[in-house]
């Protein structure tokens, strides 16, 4: 019985010498892998300086795309455990699920379609050296073929740019949308000054706040509430927030109307937080979500824009 016990504490001990000998030896070519790998680096660097912007986006890219599936799943398990709704998040959390649909059950579009996006990119890039395969992609066709975050910050500004001229050249069909239904308005007056508010924005002029809130009673019923626009408005007004218009009229105005509902839960809950906590990253990120291009746009520009936004969009029932 000594015996045995004697073999078995020699036995543990050497099982725990081993466990302890493999975690040093990981750990010493984990930090040779490390050392190897900031030389290389530095060499891209000095050597090549454009193909080391595309190969640092590309690993920070990585490391970004995990690190928000990872928040992703966090934010829902705490809304599973906490029983809380999209609408009982802080501000940041309900930012990150803001495409949620249907409670906390459905993933948000974008982030599905860059999930599905990413999938092909991570299968080519498991080989050895085949992240060169995929910063060729991302010199010759990185917004037709890769997700934001394989994206330059030169290539971020360029293309939300050419997103927002998408976006831009479709307003004028939503205005012009606009004054045509308000000549059916019931109420004379009120007709009157909203058809004067829409030749307004066509001639370039931006109405103020209250102005905007003068003729909101109109929105409530025929033929300007969102039931009873034209298919015509309602695929103009989907384009303007990057929805497809390829859809029956009962989805898009049902799609347009969830889409919208999320970013009045967010401004409510940007206005709990206040526009001063946030960053200028994240002030021009819900600037731009809500129609104006803040890419060349300082943060005091963005806060102001936002502040009147916020002054509208919180007295709206």
């Known amino acids: 019985g000594v015996g045995w016990g004697v073999f078995r504490c020699r036995s543990l001990v050497c099982c725990l010498s081993t466990k302890a000998g493999s975690r040093s030896i990981l750990a010493t070519l984990a930090s040779k892998a490390k050392h190897i790998s900031g030389r290389y680096e530095r060499f891209l660097e000095r050597t090549f300086p454009r193909f080391y912007v595309l190969y640092a986006t590309f690993t920070k890219g990585i490391q970004a795309l995990f690190l928000e599936v990872k928040e992703i799943r966090k934010i829902k398990s705490k809304m599973s455990h906490q029983r809380l709704s999209v609408q009982q998040l802080p501000y940041r959390e309900m930012e990150r699920l803001r495409q949620v649909r249907r409670g906390a059950r459905d993933v948000f579009r974008q982030f599905r379609r860059d999930v599905i996006k990413a999938i092909p990119i991570g299968i080519i890039a498991i080989p050895p050296f085949a992240n060169f395969l995929v910063i060729v992609l991302m010199y010759f066709f990185p917004r037709q073929l890769l997700i934001r975050y394989f994206w330059t910050p ?93 859809l029956p009229a009962f989805f898009l105005r049902h799609r347009l109307r969830s889409h919208v509902l ?54 709206l029932q």
């Open 154 to 246: 030169n290539q971020q500004v360029e293309f939300l740019d050419a997103y927002d001229a998408i976006r831009r050249d479709l307003y004028p069909d939503v205005v012009e949308s606009l004054a045509l239904a308000a000549r059916s308005l019931p109420e004379p007056q009120l007709q009157k000054r909203l058809q004067e508010l829409c030749a307004e924005v066509q001639r370039g002029s931006q109405p103020c706040v209250a102005e905007l809130c003068a003729v909101r009673s109109l929105f409530s019923g025929s033929p300007l509430g969102l039931n009873k626009l034209q298919v015509s408005h309602v695929k103009a007004l989907s384009q303007v927030l990057f929805l497809t218009p390829h």
């Open 262 to 315: 999320e970013i009045r839960h967010l401004d409510r809950a940007m206005l709990r937080l206040g526009l001063g906590q946030l960053s200028e990253e994240e002030l021009k990120a819900a600037c731009y979500l809500r129609g104006l291009n803040s890419t060349h746009l300082g943060m005091s520009e963005c806060r102001a824009w936002l502040e009147q936004w916020l002054g509208l969009s919180c007295k």
